[in-house]
C-alpha cells in the first residue's frame, strides 16, 4: 500500500442552540447512572436548512463509571417551510474528571477542555429534504449552563 487514502471532507449542514431543562435523575444501572434531559426546543440554521428544534425530545444519557458520559438524543426539526425532520443523535462527551465535575454542576466550562461529538442520523419524508435521509454526518458539541450548541457536517 503505497498510497495513502484521502480522507473524507465535512461541510457544515447547521449550527443549533438546544434549551434544555435540568437532568431527571433515574438512577444506577449495570452501565452507569441513567439521565433523562428534556429538550425545550431551539433553533438551527445552515445553508440548506434553517428553522426550529421541537420541544418534547430528550436525550437519553449514561454516565459510564469510566467517566464517560454516552448520550443518546432523540428529537425533531421542523424547517422554516414546515418539514419535519427526524434526528436520532448519538456521541460521547469526556473530559478531565474536574471538568466533567464542573459540567455536572451546572458550571460554564470552556468547551476545549472536553470532548463532546456526536453522530447524527436523519429521517425526513418530505420530498424537498429527502436528500437527509443518505447523510452521514458528524458533530462537535458544546455543553453550556441551560443548553447545548451543535455544529453538525456532513461527511463528503
Known amino acids: 500500500m503505497a498510497d495513502t487514502p484521502e480522507a473524507p471532507g465535512l461541510r457544515l449542514l447547521y449550527r443549533a442552540e438546544v434549551s434544555i431543562d435540568p437532568p431527571l435523575e433515574v438512577g444506577e444501572l449495570a452501565a452507569g447512572v441513567r439521565r433523562v434531559i428534556p429538550i425545550r426546543g431551539g433553533r438551527f440554521q445552515g445553508p440548506r436548512l434553517t428553522g426550529t428544534v421541537l420541544a418534547g425530545g430528550a436525550d437519553w444519557q449514561v454516565l459510564r463509571r469510566d467517566g464517560v458520559t454516552e448520550v443518546e438524543a432523540r428529537y425533531t426539526m421542523q424547517t422554516e417551510d414546515g418539514a419535519l425532520i427526524e434526528v436520532l443523535n448519538w456521541g460521547l462527551r469526556h473530559g478531565p474528571p474536574e471538568v466533567m465535575a464542573r459540567l455536572a454542576?451546572?458550571?460554564?466550562?470552556?468547551?476545549?477542555?472536553?470532548t463532546f461529538r456526536t453522530t447524527p442520523r436523519f429521517r425526513c419524508g418530505h420530498p424537498d429534504y429527502a436528500w437527509l435521509n443518505r447523510v452521514v454526518a458528524v458533530a462537535r458539541a458544546e455543553r453550556h449552563v441551560d443548553?447545548?450548541?451543535?455544529?453538525?457536517?456532513?461527511?463528503?
Request: aromatic share 10%; charged share 20%.
Open 105 to 114: 454542576a451546572g458550571e460554564p466550562v470552556d468547551p476545549a477542555s472536553y
Open 147 to 156: 443548553g447545548v450548541m451543535l455544529d453538525v457536517f456532513e461527511v463528503t
